[in-house]
Each structure stands twice: as C-alpha cells, then as structure tokens.
C-alpha cells in the first residue's frame, strides 16, 4: 500500500510539472500560472555573467542600474539601503538583490531597539543564510498554484509556496504594543489594519502584479470583489467566533486582481482547508521560496515543519487595528501578528478565466 502511494504522489508531481494545463493533486488540481523569482542560483558560471551584466552595484547616493525596494525603518533617513535588479541569460529571468544593511523584522521600531540588547531578532534574512553586501541572483520561475473554486468557467487560485515577505502596513501612529489609531494613508484615514488602504494589498496589484504576469496572462486575471466584512474575519463554520461576530476594524469590500484569502477562506473545507481554525491543518502549511528567505521571512527550523513559513491572511483583529490574522508554520490559523511586521510571507490569490 506505501509503495502504490509513493508511485502515485510521484506520477501526479510529474504532470503537475510538465503538463500546462490543471491536474489533481492530492484532491486538489494545480497549475502553472504567471513567474516570480524562486530558487537561488548556484551556478558560478552564471552568477558570474549576471553579475557582469549588472553592472556598478548601487549605493544610497547612486542606485545606478538596481531599483530601490524603498522598505522603510523607524528613524531612517534613507530607505535605499535594498535593491534588485532583473536581467536575462539564455532566455531565461532572473533577480537580483543586493543590501547594505539587514530588513528589520518590524517597521515600527528603530534598529537600535532590536538585537542582543533590544527587544527582537533585528532581521531574519542572516538567518535564512544571507550576507551584507552579498549580491544574490533567483531565477524567475512559474509560480504553482492550488486550485480552491471552479464556478461558471472561472478559476479561484492561491499560490502552492509563499512568494515574499511584506508588511500588512507601515503604522507611524504606534511603537511597541502601543494601540493603534487611524491615520492618512492609502488616500484616506483609518487603522493600519483597514485592508482596503493597506500597504500589501497596493503591493499586490502593484509591484507583484507587474512582475508576475505578462500582458497575455493579466488579460485572464478577472477583477474580483473580495468580501472584506465582519463575517470574513471569522472562521466558515463558526459567523460569530470573535466578539459576537463585530468587527469594527474590517472595512468595505475591494475590486482586485490579486489578494489574500481572509480567515473564513482559509477554514472553508470546500477550498480544502480544516474548518477548525486552531487546527493544525496539512492544506494550510506552505513552504517559503528561497527568494522569499532573501526577504525576510521567518521560516520554521523544526524538523517536522521545516521550510515552513507564517503566511498573512486579509483579515484585521477584532480587537485591535494593529494586527492582522496569520497562518502559522504548521498550519493553525488562530493567531495575529503586528501589521508592521515584515517577517510573514505572501501566498497570493486571484481568480482567472478557464482557458
């Protein structure tokens, strides 16, 4: 009986791999959709070439040919401190990325409040094995992608791996565990958990939108209405999980091409996932590209979960407007995290029209 499963887990991985259309894994069918940068490259030969035709490496005072990620530190002067590049080899995309100083694991406190003598670990980027001043090169592959829905020719997607790490959204209002208020951003005013304005919802119809898909692929990417109320920020099985079912801090539903799923998505057992939030659910574990480690994500070192990530849901606290909901490593989606945080990853969602 192992062997048979063992046989038929390596055949569907093959499929899903070679065949461009949706195949079924696992009782769920994946497909190839879009590219983003992945894996490290490894290759001297290649890192040496790309490297060359990278030119100059960039500076605060000259980023030359490199664009800025402009990610933001409390108390920093200058937020060009990190930089990426794309360029092609043989037919082939890849990224660059280069920093001169490590991406704080919170955006909310100056770097002198992390390290040995402060509060947190300052970054997770030396932990996921990578230097200053180090130039790094990640080849942009197809991204992989679950398919949750099939509806009237229409496709809802969410991504196999997690992709990046990025903040929710930059509070300036809070320090610490200080409560949050609203204040200007996103062309209006409200808290940094309000969805609607935040940071990662620009980035993603933004910055990931632009680098993942090419104009053919943006012409399937349908516009989606995504459910941002009180009742989409509390477990499918359970309307009133949370302080009877308000939520002051959710906030009108959106139109997006790309998103995160919210915490009723991510415990609706018809996509596939464990109802039970605080379950430990296999469906809601994601592995963290190695592209996402150069960003700052925090991935886990247990054996049992290794390479395993958080992942950010849409979904704000109901309690307060600082904090947002989040998939652990193993798969509980129960807790919160700190918007401000950059260290949880990015597993994006979309829907698409069915070739």
């Known amino acids: 009986m192992k062997k048979k499963s063992v046989f038929l887990i390596l055949i569907c991985l093959l499929l899903t791999m070679t065949l461009p259309t949706f195949v079924a894994c696992k009782g769920h069918e994946t497909m190839s959709f879009g590219s983003y940068p992945q894996a490290q490259v490894t290759d001297g030969a290649l890192i040496a070439r790309l490297n060359a035709a990278a030119g100059a490496l960039p500076t605060a005072a000259d980023s030359h040919a490199w664009t800025s990620y402009g990610y933001y530190y409390e108390g920093s002067t200058s937020p060009d401190y990190m930089w990426y590049v794309d360029l092609e080899d043989g037919g082939e995309r890849y990224r660059g990325v280069y920093f001169t100083q490590y991406r704080l694991g919170n955006t909310d406190m100056a770097r002198a409040e992390y390290g040995d003598d402060g509060w947190f670990d300052d970054s997770y980027?030396?932990?996921?094995?990578?230097?200053?001043?180090?130039?790094?090169?990640?080849?942009?592959?197809?991204?992989?992608?679950?398919?949750?829905?099939?509806?009237?020719?229409?496709?809802?997607?969410?991504?196999?791996?997690?992709?990046?790490?990025?903040?929710?959204?930059?509070?300036?209002?809070?320090?610490?565990?200080?409560?949050?208020?609203?204040?200007?951003?996103?062309?209006?005013?409200?808290?940094?958990?309000?969805?609607?304005?935040?940071?990662?919802?620009?980035?993603?119809?933004?910055?990931?939108?632009?680098?993942?898909?090419?104009?053919?692929?943006?012409?399937?990417?349908?516009?989606?209405?995504?459910?941002?109320?009180?009742?989409?920020?509390?477990?499918?099985?359970?309307?009133?999980?949370?302080?009877?079912?308000?939520?002051?801090?959710?906030?009108?539903?959106?139109?997006?091409?790309?998103?995160?799923?919210?915490?009723?998505?991510?415990?609706?057992?018809?996509?596939?996932?464990?109802?039970?939030?605080?379950?430990?659910?296999?469906?809601?574990?994601?592995?963290?590209?190695?592209?996402?480690?150069?960003?700052?994500?925090?991935?886990?070192?247990?054996?049992?979960?290794k390479g395993n990530g958080?992942?950010?849901l849409r979904s704000p606290d109901y309690s307060d407007g600082n904090y947002a909901a989040v998939v652990f490593d193993d798969g509980d989606a129960e807790a919160m995290i700190r918007v401000s945080d950059t260290y949880s990853g990015v597993v994006p969602a979309l829907r698409i029209k069915k070739a």
């Open 125 to 305: 980027q030396d932990n996921n094995g990578y230097d200053l001043s180090t130039v790094y090169w990640f080849k942009f592959e197809p991204v992989k992608w679950v398919v949750l829905e099939e509806t009237d020719g229409e496709l809802l997607l969410l991504s196999e791996r997690i992709l990046d790490s990025q903040q929710f959204c930059h509070d300036p209002t809070t320090s610490g565990d200080v409560p949050a208020t609203p204040f200007p951003h996103g062309g209006r005013t409200g808290y940094s958990g309000n969805y609607a304005l935040s940071d990662i919802r620009a980035w993603l119809n933004g910055a990931f939108y632009v680098s993942a898909f090419t104009e053919e692929e943006k012409a399937k990417i349908l516009l989606t209405t995504v459910d941002n109320s009180a009742r989409s920020t509390n477990p499918n099985k359970d309307p009133e999980d949370r302080n009877n079912g308000v939520n002051e801090n959710a906030c009108e539903d959106t139109e997006d091409y790309v998103f995160l799923l919210s915490v009723r998505e991510a415990t609706n057992k018809e996509y596939g996932f464990s109802a039970n939030r605080l379950a430990a659910d296999t469906a809601r574990r994601k592995q963290a590209t190695d592209y996402a480690g150069s960003q700052g994500i925090l991935r886990s070192v247990e054996s049992k979960y």
């Open 310 to 312: 958080y992942w950010t």
